[in-house]
């Protein structure tokens, strides 16, 4: 199996997180990482990907970047 990635830079991603209607969210402190309940900022924001028809986001503790990684192994995503 073949895995897509797809990147955003770091110019671009205000604009892809108003796509999603996610910056204004983020800004005021009101959306967690989905493996470690940190409060994502435009800082600390690693990953983004769709689940069960909502957006997760993914700080970059290192937890959570093996957390994410074990969950696209477990999902064969």
Same mark, same amino acid.
């Given at each position: 199996?073949?895995?897509?990635?797809?990147?955003?830079?770091? *110019?671009?991603?205000?604009?892809?997180?108003?796509?999603?209607?996610?910056?204004?969210?983020?800004?005021?402190?009101?959306?967690?990482?989905?493996?470690?309940?940190?409060?994502?900022?435009? +800082?600390?924001?690693? /990953?983004?990907?769709?689940?069960?028809?909502?957006?997760?986001?993914?700080?970059? /503790?290192? +937890?959570?970047?093996?957390?994410? /990684? +074990?969950?696209?192994? *477990?999902?064969?995503?």
């Amino acid at each position: 199996m073949r895995a897509n990635l797809q990147a955003v830079h770091d *110019d671009d991603l205000e604009e892809l997180l108003t796509k999603l209607n996610l910056l204004e969210k983020v800004k005021q402190g009101k959306i967690k990482c989905k493996f470690t309940q940190e409060i994502i900022t435009l +800082e600390n924001l690693h /990953s983004i990907f769709p689940e069960e028809k909502t957006i997760k986001l993914v700080c970059d /503790s290192p +937890e959570a970047i093996k957390l994410l /990684s +074990e969950y696209i192994n *477990d999902k064969n995503l």
